[in-house]
């Protein structure tokens, strides 16, 4: 298969994102993801048991799975190499996860017996998981907003990726964040930034 052209976004473009999901109802999720380098499943699929704001990390050990055939079903299942990680985050990521569950607090008092208490961390406002055609749409929106509407939500893991390497950490790290099988992989992938660095 052909590896489609890495297309992570610059500081610039990052920028305008941060700026056009202000205020946005996914913006506790297009943050995270674009600050730990989730996957999409992995972000949809993360819960609040996962989440240690006391240490600043994040175990990533499953993700959210639309059923194939099915109509609009979902599962969980393992992560894509069956390995769990743990991320360490930033206090800017987990401030902004704070953010979210206190939304999730408001919604909850606001909706009574109508919110479900999914466990999800990224929720619609009546507690229930979001579907990956509803981020899709909402991500899709803001890309075209700030004109560039090639971008997609999956760009938002390699932006993580090459900050990271750009900003020093080794390919191990690396590796470790994104949940890579091996650090060979990674470097497959992103070896053409260490390049650019040199």
């Known amino acids: 298969a052909v590896r489609r052209e890495l297309a992570p976004m610059d500081e610039d473009m990052i920028t305008a994102f941060l700026k056009a999901i202000q205020g946005h109802q996914l913006e506790g999720l297009f943050t995270v993801t674009l600050f730990t380098g989730m996957r999409e499943g992995e972000a949809l699929g993360l819960l609040w048991d996962c989440v240690d704001l006391t240490k600043g990390t994040i175990t990533v050990d499953k993700q959210l799975q639309l059923i194939r055939g099915s109509k609009g079903q979902y599962q969980m299942v393992p992560t894509k190499n069956s390995k769990g990680r743990t991320i360490s985050i930033a206090p800017s990521v987990a401030a902004t996860l704070r953010r979210v569950k206190h939304k999730q607090m408001e919604n909850r008092l606001r909706y009574g017996e109508c919110w479900e ?56 790290t690396a590796q470790e964040n994104l949940g890579h099988a091996t650090a060979a992989f990674t470097l497959d992938v992103y070896g053409h930034v260490t390049e650019q660095m040199k």
Request: net charge neutral; hydrophobic share 35%; proline share 2%.
């Open 117 to 172: 208490d999914s466990g999800f961390v990224f929720t619609d406002d009546l507690g229930h998981h979001l579907s990956a055609s509803t981020v899709y749409k909402s991500f899709k929106k803001v890309m075209q907003e700030i004109g560039s509407p090639e971008t997609r939500f999956h760009d938002l893991r390699h932006s993580y990726a090459v900050a990271s390497i750009k900003s020093g950490a080794d390919i191990k």
